[in-house]
């Protein structure tokens, strides 16, 4: 991957240190070849490894700057001293005369580092931008501060701790990856987007520069937004190609299909698109990607996933990430990428962002309906209604009945724990999943706190925007953006993301809350936006996605059977997952229902084969 790394407050030969960041900024380009550009102090390093419009670097009088990305400076004066005098200079001078609030006038994707060397103390701080597309970890402790967009290259400095924790591994079982700011190791933890981090003197504060602050009343003219919007699409798409050749991902949803509409507008050629298709009943989306394809005349290509490639492709996928990844996805993430990458392209356009954006996720709708619930009296409800629909003999019985009952049972849930009423662990029960010792070390409301501390920490006053809020952190941070990103370095291209750019960030934020989720109309705004540009056929459609059919394929194919049996197995031995369930896993449960209960295999038989690929691999060394 491309990334940046380094530390303070550790070392004091600058022969050494500068042999010790290039052996920490090996693991950034493991799977491309980004360039290198190291400096070390006495008592510091740092690298960026990226291409070279990616990397920015710079030293001076005991200051250190490292970017990996492309931020821009708001203010003209610094814009145009970027240009001239290099985006890392600009970074250190602004620095130096402003400290922190240097982040009030950055915009853009980017990691960064700025460390300073001086006689009474060191000092450091790292951030990552708004969405959190650029990912960064650290381990503060003994007074010195180790960084890095990869935990490999974090634990490669000598006074790393590798440390698994126990907590984390349960979280990756809940949420399926492990969320942030934690990591899979103890000593480490990550920025959520928009944070930074203040080193001075062996002490480390976190603190935020950005969130989301939502306009919710606001009223403007559909014409007018709509130009605004069309606008913004534009810029960001043009942005993201950046004169690069590029292509895109085309699952044939609304954003997908948007993407590679605007794609061939602004470079005036048809856009370079990618498909994944499965041949599996209720799998296979090809038909709308090809009917955007044909629409908007891209040249296009098809590639159907096989349990074969699975099975090729998931020690590759495991290896890519360096925490637990248990997104499916990342399979034909990885394939359509390959693709791309075989045309010669360096960069591929992802939709991500836009369901989070502007509400098209279907539990949106979902949660709408039961907030209605909410806004009832609740002496009509107490009084009246549950009595009522609860007091029926025999209620359970009758499908009306029972159908009201479960609709009030999870409306009185209150959120966000509502969004997890079909946890897969909780479906199971964490004593029958864990073995007793490995649960006796876990904060088993851990989880739950999280969700709910994500939640409430936004001040928006709408039930969507509370969501979307929400979802930038983990569902977009957590989940998409990684897969998309590890997919494509996997495949030795980069990933971008137009639909989460500052641009069209800010012109969400102003959008009505009914204009995202009008009812249970999902992304309104955006579908009337785009009618006209858009196939109806799209605009119509269910949001499906990159959906893996892996539980229906484990059923029938021998290899894939095998590694996941043989995973499994050797996870067993860890005494995390107890064996009666894996057996009764890969048993009855398979053969209940193979598309649900296979979801939990592949997310065991990933963090086996993550452990085979860090763990077990650094412990034959």
Request: hydrophobic share 40%; proline share 5%; net charge negative.
């Amino acid at each position: 991957m491309s990334g940046l790394c380094g530390w303070i407050g550790y070392g004091d030969s600058v022969s050494e240190n500068q042999e010790l960041i290039r052996k920490m900024a090996a693991p950034l380009a493991r799977f491309d070849k980004s360039i290198f550009h190291g400096l070390a102090g006495k008592n510091s390093g740092l690298a960026v490894s990226a291409s070279s419009d990616n990397a920015h670097i710079h030293q001076e009088e005991g200051v250190f700057v490292a970017i990996w990305g492309k931020p821009r400076f708001r203010d003209p004066r610094l814009a145009e001293l970027s240009r001239t005098a290099g985006l890392a200079k600009a970074l250190a001078d602004q620095w130096c005369a402003k400290g922190e609030q240097v982040f009030e006038g950055l915009e853009g994707a980017f990691a960064l580092c700025v460390l300073r060397e001086r006689d009474g103390g060191s000092e450091a701080v790292l951030a990552t931008d708004r969405m959190g597309t650029y990912p960064i970890s650290f381990d503060a402790a003994d007074k010195r501060l180790i960084f890095g967009s990869s935990a490999d290259s974090i634990l490669l400095h000598p006074s790393a701790n590798s440390r698994v924790s126990s907590q984390s591994l349960y979280d990756y079982i809940y949420f399926h990856m492990v969320p942030g700011p934690g990591s899979i190791y103890e000593a480490q933890k990550r920025l959520l987007p928009g944070e930074y981090l203040l080193y001075r003197n062996g002490r480390s504060e976190i603190r935020r520069y950005w969130e989301m602050h939502f306009l919710e009343n606001e009223k403007r003219p559909f014409q007018e937004l709509k130009h605004d919007f069309l606008e913004v699409l534009h810029s960001s798409v043009r942005e993201a190609v950046d004169g690069q050749q590029v292509g895109a991902f085309l699952s044939g949803g609304t954003d997908s299909s948007t993407i590679a509409g605007v794609l061939g507008e602004v470079t005036g050629q048809p856009a370079r698109t990618y498909s994944i298709g499965f041949d599996a009943s209720g799998y296979d989306e090809m038909e709308y990607a090809r009917i955007a394809a044909r629409h908007f005349s891209t040249r296009h290509q098809e590639y159907y996933v096989t349990p074969d490639d699975i099975v090729a492709a998931i020690p590759q996928v495991a290896a890519v990430f360096d925490q637990p990844f248990g997104n499916s996805s990342a399979i034909p993430t990885y394939y359509c990428a390959r693709m791309a990458q075989a045309d010669g392209l360096s960069r591929m356009l992802g939709g991500d962002g836009g369901d989070e954006l502007f509400g098209g996720n279907v539990r949106y709708a979902k949660q709408h309906l039961f907030s209605l619930y909410e806004q009832a009296p609740s002496l009509l409800r107490s009084a009246l209604i549950e009595p009522l629909i609860f007091g029926v003999p025999g209620g359970g019985t009758v499908p009306l009945i029972r159908k009201a009952r479960s609709y009030i049972e999870q409306a009185s849930i209150p959120m966000p724990a509502r969004t997890e009423t079909y946890n897969l662990l909780d479906h199971y029960g964490r004593e029958a999943v864990f073995t007793p010792e490995f649960l006796s070390a876990i904060n088993l409301n851990y989880p739950a706190s999280l969700l709910d501390e994500t939640y409430h920490q936004n001040g928006a006053r709408s039930l969507i925007n509370k969501m979307l809020a929400f979802d930038r952190k983990f569902t977009l941070a957590d989940n998409d953006l990684p897969k998309v990103a590890k997919g494509c370095e996997l495949a030795g291209i980069q990933a971008v993301f137009p639909l989460i750019s500052d641009e069209v960030v800010a012109f969400s934020l102003r959008l009505e809350p009914q204009l995202k989720l009008k009812g249970t109309k999902l992304r309104y705004f955006f579908k009337e936006a785009l009618r006209g540009f858009l196939p109806d056929e799209i605009i119509a459609k269910q949001k499906h996605g990159f959906g893996l059919p892996f539980g229906v394929w484990l059923r029938h194919h021998k290899p894939l059977q095998a590694l996941a049996a043989d995973s499994l197995s050797d996870l067993r031995a860890r005494n995390i997952i107890r064996g009666d369930f894996i057996e009764k896993l890969l048993g009855h449960h398979l053969d209940e229902h193979a598309g649900y209960h296979g979801t939990m295999v592949w997310v065991l038989l990933m963090l086996e084969q993550w452990f085979k690929q860090r763990q077990d691999s650094r412990s034959a060394t």
